[in-house]
């Protein structure tokens, strides 16, 4: 290669990683961050915010577990690491209310539905054999997507779905953690469908004066377990585009031996029960991001669990030691863990396919 090819391929290089840096770098407007109280997107909770202080509640925005004079915390995402976990968990038991919408919370029971998964295929979905007091006066809810809990033994539940429930309250100490399978029935989209606004009210600001605390994030410097994680995920997504942009230079200059040889792609069936309840929920939502972070999230969970030593929240970690440990081809699992777009429910049913068979590597330990 000249010495001018050369200095071409290094500046435009250097151009891809700047450009890269601006569009993982940028952040999103607050008015329209999904999930924010200040949001008004129609995923973002200012709605809910109003509804609460309307009814009488002091709504405070708080980052980490709330203090001692707040009675009610309400959880969309829950990005909490050890120490703010331990926090929340003592703050229940002095007899605090938490109520998590997050179904991959730590503080959530185990998933049920189809498979283990939790996918809901209704969207109406009516109160049944509700035994959760406080919400007696709901008669049916309507979310856009939503998972389904497998009810502990001690707790009581609302909104059945065969033997699972979207709503179970589980009793811890002297209070209670209440877990949602989605926010989507706060959101600002759907918070005026149904009874979906008297679930709130009776959950967040159940009489005048509640103090409810609205949980952002982590505490300062107490959300993640290694340095590194402190690290923004933008700036994360920089260092792999430079290391891929370096990849990409090896390659560039790598000795080729002779034509590759083509494989021919094996032919999948969709025939799992999965399978059909993605395409159930995918008939009457445009939404699959939310269902493949889920279905990433669990992956991710199980994987961690079997090969040990690395986090579940480490896609590049579970990676590597796949690679390690089984031979497995690290940029397709990296791809598969990560939370990528997907755009419709081709790529999601994909997705849900691949998934299956890399835990399937992972259970039998062969690629």
């Known amino acids: ?85 331990s926090a929340m968990h003592q703050w229940v038991r002095n007899g605090g209310v ?49 998972f389904v809990f497998r009810p502990p033994t001690t707790s009581t539940s609302c909104f059945i779905v065969g033997s699972d429930a979207l709503i179970v309250a589980i009793p811890e100490g002297r209070g209670t953690i209440v877990a949602i399978g989605g926010s989507s029935l706060f959101e600002n989209g759907t918070i005026t469908k149904a009874d ?50 370096f990849l990409l230079f090896a390659i560039w200059h790598a000795r080729r031996l002779g034509r590759p040889v083509l494989e ?27 269902a493949a972070s889920v279905l990433r999230a669990d992956a991710r969970r199980e994987i961690a669990r079997r090969v040990g030593g690395v986090r579940a929240d480490d896609p590049e970690g579970l990676a590597l030691m796949l690679d390690v440990r089984l031979g497995t081809d690290r940029d397709r699992v990296r791809a598969l863990l990560y939370d990528t777009p997907i755009n419709d429910e081709h790529q999601l049913v994909a997705l849900a396919q691949q998934l299956h068979s890399l835990r399937q590597e992972v259970l039998s330990g062969k690629r």
């Open 1 to 85: 290669m000249s010495g001018s090819r050369r200095g071409l391929l290094w500046i435009g290089l250097v151009v891809v990683v700047i450009i890269g840096f601006l569009v993982v770098g940028r952040g999103g407007e607050p008015s329209s961050a999904p999930l924010a109280p200040a949001s008004t997107s129609a995923h973002g909770l200012r709605a809910v915010v109003l509804l609460a202080q309307s009814f009488g509640a002091d709504v405070d925005v708080i980052d980490g577990a709330p203090s001692a004079d707040r009675t009610v915390a309400f959880m969309p995402v829950d990005r909490f690491g050890r120490t703010d976990t």
């Open 196 to 245: 979906n606004a008297v679930v709130a009210v009776s959950l967040l600001a159940p009489k005048q004066g509640t103090k409810v605390a609205f949980v952002r994030g982590p505490s300062f410097g107490a959300g993640d377990e290694t340095l590194g994680s402190l690290i923004r995920p933008g700036i994360r997504y920089g260092f792999l585009q430079i290391a891929l942009a």
């Open 98 to 146: 938490l109520v998590v919408t997050d179904p991959q919370s730590s503080f959530a029971p185990k998933l049920g539905g189809t498979l283990g998964s939790g996918l809901v295929t209704e969207y109406d979905i009516a109160a049944g054999s509700c035994s959760i007091r406080a919400l007696s006066g709901a008669t049916n809810v309507s979310v856009d997507s939503a």
């Open 264 to 290: 021919i792609p094996r032919i999948e069936i969709e025939g799992s029960e999965l399978i059909t309840a993605v395409g159930h929920l995918l008939e009457r939502t445009n939404s699959p991001m939310y």
